[in-house]
């Protein structure tokens, strides 16, 4: 298969449009706890202190992740939005990743969404990730869509080495929804040997094949000075061939609220760490705060926009 560094068209709930609503579960009955915290009428946002790795340097900036609940279409796998649709739904926990960073002159924009069902047990995977990358140079944009055992991978991208690009990919983990299993039950993650699909935007990023690598998962706890937290451990996943290693810190209880991460790779010649601290954290229904008064919640989040200035 073709390297694939592509990438999706952004999923974010506009004003006028269908608001992003939380779901209220399946047939799939999750403990109390974790139906008091997800299914009551709100996201989790956090907002990180960003230093991003390209070009042989680690470059500023800050990063978004949104986690909320809703109900999605197995079939058409997009957002359950009427009434009688007469498609198979289940809740999934969503994840909308913005990454914003500042290289040189020009700036980089990564957003990554993901769905991965809340019943694990019927459900291994999860069911869709699109990822869109912009920079001053061109745009990618990249679509998997799980289909029995794999996904369908769609690519369409501005660089030559890229180009629009249709396949699939057999059954393996995705390094993009490793993040939503943190947050739905780290034990399900993989440990020792597996196949992974390097997230999508690492493909834009380093060069990595959007395909099944080989991939060593551990889990330990964390003690190091850089992320604050209760009790946190660290998910590493570690690519040995390509040497580059991703490590999720995050909070070892309920909710498994995520510190920070780092990702360590080699960018022109320099083996460099990415590093993203987490500054805030805020429970809210955005979808309905959408006015300019509103900007007071964005300003408590401490979120820029793009950089810190």
């Known amino acids: ?15 006028g449009l269908t608001a992003c609503r939380p779901g209220n579960g399946d047939d799939f009955e999750p403990s109390q706890p974790f139906r008091d915290y997800w299914f009551n009428g709100q996201a989790e946002i956090s907002r990180y202190s960003l230093q991003q790795v390209q070009y042989g340097t680690r470059n500023p900036g800050e ?25 198979d739904a289940t809740t999934v926990l969503k994840l909308n990743s913005i990454r914003r960073f500042v290289t040189g002159i020009y700036d980089y924009s990564l957003y990554t969404s993901v769905f991965t069902p809340v019943n694990t047990d019927d459900f291994a995977h999860s069911l ?37 690009v249709e396949g699939t990919i ?46 060593i998962g551990s889990m330990t706890d964390y003690t190091g000075p850089a992320f604050t937290g209760k009790a946190l451990a660290v998910y590493s ?40 601290v987490r500054t805030s954290l805020l429970r809210s229904d955005y979808w309905n705060h959408n006015a300019p008064a509103d900007t007071t919640l964005r300003n408590q989040l401490g979120v820029t926009g793009f950089v810190p200035r």
């Open 63 to 87: 990063a978004v992740l949104v986690f909320v609940t809703e109900d999605f279409l197995t079939d058409k796998q997009v957002k359950l939005e009427s009434e009688d649709n007469p498609g």
């Open 128 to 164: 869709k990730v699109t990822m869109s990358a912009q920079d001053w140079c061109g745009q990618t944009y990249t679509q998997l869509n799980r289909r029995g055992t794999g996904y369908n991978v769609l690519g369409r991208s501005y660089f030559e080495r890229q180009g629009d």
């Open 237 to 276: 996943l570690l690519y040995p061939d390509s040497s580059r290693e991703l490590r999720i810190v995050f909070e070892k209880a309920f909710p498994h609220q995520i510190a920070g991460w780092e990702e360590t790779y080699t960018s022109r010649g320099k083996v460099l760490t990415t590093r993203a």
């Open 170 to 215: 057999g059954e393996a983990w995705l390094e993009d929804e490793i993040w939503t299993f943190v947050r739905l039950s780290p034990e399900l993650l993989p440990i020792g040997s597996t196949d992974v699909v390097p997230a999508a935007y690492a493909a834009r990023l380093t060069g990595q094949a959007l395909e099944p690598l080989s991939a």
């Open 1 to 15: 298969m073709k390297k694939i560094t592509f990438i999706l068209v952004i999923l974010w709930c506009l004003a």
